[in-house]
C-alpha cells in the first residue's frame, strides 16, 4: 500500500497528538503513526498531569503559557473533558541557597512574562495548609498553573485531530524514514510505504531510535523515573507543591491535589536511572512517604492506590530538541522532552503547524533559536 499526506507524523503521544490537531485545522493532510494500539499508550499515561509555565529559560515559558491557554480552554472549545484544574505551584523554600535561587529565577521569570511571585511563610501556609512551618522561609507562586489527566488528553486530542481530518495508524510502528538526496520522502512501515515531504520525529522516549532510521543522531537518553497516588480526599490544599531539597536517593519530589482530589506524587532519582525500565521498586515508596509526611504531615493517613514508572527523555541541558534536522532536510524534531512532554505538548503543537505553513511569529524564532538540535546545550534548565 502507499499513500501521500503533507506531513506524517511519528508518535500519537503528549506531543504527537496535539501537534496533528494543529496540523489538521491548518489544512495539512496528516498521518500519525505508533506501534500502540491507540493514542497516550507510552509515556503519556505515567506522565502526573501537573502543567507549569514556572522554568528558567524563556522558550519554555513562551511554549508552555501557550499550552495552559489550550488546556485551559480546551473543554469549552471542544466539550471535552480533560481534568483542568487551575490549582497552581508553588516552590518552596526551607533553606538560604534555595530561596536566594528562586527569588533571583522570580525577577528572571517576570522579564518573560510569567505570572509570578515570591511569597512569605505565611503566604505559603494559606496555600498549603499544615506544611511544616520549622525553617519554612517562602516559596514562589505562579497561579496560572494547574493540573490536568493525560490521558483523558491524550483521547481528546486523537479524537479532535480525526474530526480534523488527521488518518491515525496505530499499531503500526515505522521501519524506515525513506530519504533520497539528502531529503526526507516519507516512511515504511510492514503495511507499507506512505509518502510525505515532512516527517516530524515526536517519539518521546524512542526518539533516538527513530531518528537513526534517518541516519541521524540526537542526544536523548531516557532513564526512570516513579510515580504513584493516593484515594480521592476531601481538598485541603491547592497547588503542586515542589521541595528542592535533595534527600537520600532523591534531587528533589512533588505532589499535588488532582480535579478527582486524588494526591499524586513522584520523586526525582538521584543518581539517575538511565534506562528504559518501566518496572516498579520496592524503594519508591518508603523513599518517597517519608519525605511528603516529613514537609505535610496531613497525608500520613492516605491510602496509596497504586504506584508505577515512566521514562524522562532527557537532553543534556534539560530543554527540549524542536526544530529542523540540519542533516536531512523536511525532517522536523520535536525531542527530549525531559520529562515535560505532557505541559509542553499543546504548545508545541501549535508551533510546529505554524512553522509548517510558515505563519511563525517572532516570539517562535525565538524559541526555535533556544531549542535548536544544534545548540551547544552549555546551560543547564535550573528547575529541569
Known amino acids: 500500500m502507499s499513500r501521500a499526506f503533507d506531513v506524517i507524523v511519528v508518535g500519537a503521544g503528549s506531543v504527537g497528538a496535539p501537534a496533528a490537531w494543529f496540523l489538521s485545522r491548518a489544512g495539512l493532510s496528516t498521518a500519525v503513526f505508533d506501534g500502540a494500539a491507540s493514542a497516550g499508550r507510552g509515556e503519556n499515561r505515567a506522565a502526573i498531569g501537573g502543567i507549569r ?24 472549545r471542544t466539550g471535552d473533558p480533560i481534568g483542568w484544574y487551575r490549582g497552581g505551584y508553588t516552590f518552596v523554600a526551607y533553606t538560604e541557597e534555595i530561596e536566594t535561587l528562586l527569588r533571583n529565577l522570580v525577577e528572571k521569570q517576570r522579564d518573560f512574562g510569567l505570572d509570578i511571585d515570591w511569597v512569605g511563610p505565611d503566604r505559603v501556609r494559606d496555600l498549603v495548609p499544615g506544611i511544616v512551618e520549622e525553617g519554612l522561609r517562602g516559596g514562589t507562586w505562579s497561579p496560572r498553573d494547574g493540573s490536568a489527566s493525560p490521558l483523558m488528553c491524550a483521547t481528546s486530542f486523537s479524537r479532535q485531530a480525526e474530526r480534523a481530518g488527521a488518518r491515525f495508524f496505530f499499531r503500526e510502528p515505522i521501519r524506515a524514514i525513506l530519504v533520497a538526496k539528502g531529503r526526507v520522502r516519507g516512511v515504511r512501515t510492514d503495511r507499507g510505504v506512505y509518502h510525505a515531504p515532512v516527517v516530524v520525529n515526536a517519539a518521546g522516549a524512542a ?23 493516593t484515594e480521592a480526599v476531601d481538598r485541603f490544599f491547592e497547588p503542586m507543591v515542589v521541595d528542592l531539597r535533595a534527600g537520600p536517593g532523591s534531587k528533589n519530589f512533588y505532589f499535588y491535589q488532582n480535579a478527582e482530589d486524588q494526591v499524586v506524587f513522584c520523586i526525582t532519582p538521584d543518581p539517575p536511572i538511565p534506562g528504559t525500565d518501566h518496572r516498579s521498586t520496592s524503594v519508591f515508596l518508603p523513599q518517597v512517604a517519608k519525605r511528603m509526611v516529613g514537609l505535610l504531615p496531613r497525608l500520613v493517613n492516605l491510602k496509596i492506590r497504586r504506584v508505577w514508572r515512566g521514562l524522562y527523555p532527557m537532553t543534556p541541558d534539560g530543554s527540549p530538541i524542536v526544530g529542523w534536522a540540519g542533516e536531512v532536510e523536511g525532517l522536523f524534531l520535536a525531542v527530549g522532552m525531559c520529562g515535560q512532554g505532557f505541559m509542553l505538548g499543546p504548545g508545541l503543537g501549535a508551533l510546529i503547524a505554524r512553522v509548517l505553513t510558515g505563519t511563525e511569529t517572532g516570539k517562535d524564532r525565538e524559541v526555535l533559536a533556544d531549542l535548536a538540535p544544534d545548540r551547544a546545550f552549555a546551560e543547564a534548565e535550573a528547575l529541569k
Do not use: M
Request: proline content about 4%.
Open 207 to 229: 526518539a533516538r531510535e527513530v531518528a537513526a532510521l534517518a541516519g541521524i543522531d540526537v542526544p536523548v537518553v531516557p532513564d526512570s523515573h516513579e510515580a504513584g497516588v
Open 53 to 76: 509555565a514556572t522554568h528558567s529559560d524563556r522558550a519554555k515559558i513562551a511554549v508552555c503559557t501557550e499550552s495552559i491557554e489550550i488546556f485551559s480552554t480546551w473543554e469549552e
